[in-house]
């Protein structure tokens, strides 16, 4: 599949991939702030355009990893978001499951030359494409709670939305400009518009 028609597959899918780290996009992959939850990833194609639109995110060597893996892990990953963001302590099972993943891929940093400079790569050892998906994936949610950026996780200003995000602009309150953030300056302009 080409990269637009994945592209369109995602967004027809209700995917949003809005240059978020992977662990937070896959976080997001289930809008709690539906009755019952709405889940983009409930079925085995829906959970396959996930993992093609997240390829850029992804190294060389990876591929789609099974639905109940990406499932579990998104679960821990979810447990510890909502713990940071609303500070929680972290819950122990859901630690031990996101080491585990990322356990299942060795990274290799390897030092190689072009003629001008010194290059840097990384070669990964894992036992299946997906294994090393899971195990990126798991990695970057480490590194959204442990990072320069760590306290920059949260959670859509929007009650009616459950989206998580890593605010590189302090002032970040929406998930998305043009969703909750539109609804909210709408919703702005129509009080605005009410005389007292
Ligand atoms: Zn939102």
């Keep these: 599949m ?10 027809d899918a209700g995917l949003v991939i809005a240059g978020e780290p992977l662990a937070v996009d896959l976080a997001d992959t289930i809008r709690m702030s539906f009755d019952p939850p709405r889940d983009l990833i409930q079925d085995v194609q829906r959970n396959e355009i996930f993992w093609k639109v997240e390829q850029p995110q992804l190294p060389e060597g990876a591929g789609a990893a099974d639905l109940e893996s990406t499932k579990r892990l998104r679960a821990g990953i979810r447990r510890l978001f909502d713990a940071k963001v609303d500070g929680a302590p972290l819950d122990a099972d859901a630690l031990h499951l996101i080491n585990q993943f990322a356990a299942a891929a060795i990274a290799q940093p390897q030092l190689s030359t072009t003629e ?26 480490i590194e959204v709670l442990t990072g320069p950026n760590a306290d920059r996780l949260r959670r859509c200003a929007s009650h009616a939305c459950s989206m998580f995000f890593v605010a590189l602009n302090a002032k970040r309150q929406w998930c998305t400009p043009d969703g909750c953030g539109n609804r909210e300056r709408v919703a702005r302009y129509a009080r605005a518009a009410v005389p007292i």
């Design 2 to 11: 080409s990269t637009p028609s994945i592209k369109v597959a995602a967004r």
């Design 116 to 141: 001008e400079r010194p290059v840097a790569r990384v070669n990964w050892i894992s036992e299946t494409p997906g294994a090393l998906s899971l195990a990126v994936a798991a990695r970057s949610a």
